[in-house]
Structure formats: C-alpha cells, structure tokens
C-alpha cells in the first residue's frame, strides 16, 4: 500500500511570504496527486490535481510540482485567506485506491 | 447545479448500527464514483473507499475493509456508508465527495458534501 509523508507538519509564516509544503509517495505514483485547502469545520477544497494542474477557480498564487515520488505545493505569496491545512493525495488505478498526506497547517507566525 | 447533500448528524451508543447518507443531485448519478473520508476530532483526511453507482462496484481501504459497508440506491441517487456494531473510535466527521470533472473515473475529489457528524459513546 502507497503511503504518503507530508513535510513540514506545521508551517508558521507571514502574509506576503513565498510558502512550499512537500509531499513524499512510497513509491512512484507518475503525476496522480491532488492538494486540498482545509479551513476549521469546513470540507476540503481541490486545489491542483495531476500534481500540477491548477483546479478552476483557484487562485493562481498556487502551483504544484514534481512526479514520481515528490511534490510540492507552493504559494507564491501568502494571504490572510491561505492559512489553512493542506493535504496531499495520491490516487492508483491497481489497485484503485486513494491515499492523504497526514497534512500541514500552515498559521501565522 | 451540482450537489452532495448528507444526513445529518448522528448520536448513537457502542454497538448499535448506523447507516448515513448521501444524495447526489445536478448530474448523473451513475456516472460517477462517489468516495467517503472520515476525519478523526482534530485529525486529518483518511479515505475510507468507493463506489460506482453504475455497476456497484466497491472498493475499500484496506483499513476499513471489514469495518464499514458502502452501498447505493441508484434509484434516488444515494449513496450509504453503514456500520454494524459502532465504536467509539467510529466518532468522527464523515465526508461524501465525487470528481465531477472526469466521469467514470476518479483521481480527485473535486465536489464535496457538507459532512455527517457521528457521535459514539456510551
């Protein structure tokens, strides 16, 4: 089973800064990873998916990179609307299953 | 416009049964896996599996398979997450979720429900 590593788990940074979170597969997924933004009591959002696809209607402060078994989701420039967890989640065809990241806060230092 | 819409929140006792809902509306149900996410009190995103509401196909987390039962009524465009003995550890948020983007197929959840809370304790 594919496991997913997410780092760091906590992220403390200021508006206007220049953020990346990274997200390691145990094994190589090609591009079939997805990032979310969770804000407290609401569902997950869909930010980006086949790692660096950017879902419509996202802010284009967000872009992910990489394949195989490294990602990131980096934010170009912080905004009070971004301090959020971020999850990443990687999807295989066989068997059909998918896997979250364990996820990282990021908050205001 | 597309729509998942859950049952609502859920008290029960260890050991009693549950089964939570979710209704799909804007699209064509069986067209589309549907996935279900638990997410622990202050704790991340697990996928639990899914289902093709097409053929019923179902497919499970190895760390649910056995523990809960994912099912759907393509009648009324539901899909159901069911247990039959609860626990404790069962309390958690539970999240329906498709990816409207890609019929027939599923990388991402693009489409969220608002989540069922589920409430086990004695």
């Known amino acids: 089973e594919i496991q997913m590593t997410q780092s760091p788990s906590t992220l403390s940074a200021s508006v206007g800064d220049r953020v990346t979170i990274t997200c390691r597969a145990s094994q190589t997924i090609s591009s079939w990873l997805a990032w979310y933004q969770q804000k407290p009591g609401k569902a997950p959002k869909l930010l980006i998916y086949?790692?660096?696809t950017l879902e419509g209607g996202v802010t284009s402060r967000f872009s992910g990179t990489g394949s195989g078994t490294e990602f990131f989701l980096t934010i170009s420039s912080l905004q009070p609307d971004d301090f959020a967890t971020y999850y990443c989640q990687q999807y295989s065809n066989n068997p059909r299953r998918l896997t979250f990241g364990p996820g990282t806060k990021v908050d205001i230092k | 416009e597309v729509q998942l819409v859950q049952s609502g929140a859920e008290v029960k006792k260890p050991g009693e049964s549950l089964k939570i809902s979710c209704k799909g509306s804007?699209?064509?149900?069986?067209?589309?896996?549907i996935g279900w996410v638990r997410q622990m009190p202050g704790k991340g995103l697990e996928w639990m599996g899914i289902i093709y509401p097409g053929d019923s196909d179902t497919r499970y987390s190895p760390s649910f398979e056995g523990q809960v039962t994912i099912s759907d009524d393509r009648s009324i465009s539901t899909a159901y997450l069911q247990w039959s003995s609860l626990k404790a550890s069962d309390t958690a948020m539970y999240y329906c979720a498709i990816r409207i983007a890609t019929p027939g197929r599923i990388d991402a959840f693009d489409i969220w429900g608002q989540g069922t809370m589920v409430t086990v304790s004695s």
């Open positions: 804007g699209y064509t149900f069986t067209n589309y896996w």
């Open positions: 086949k790692a660096s």
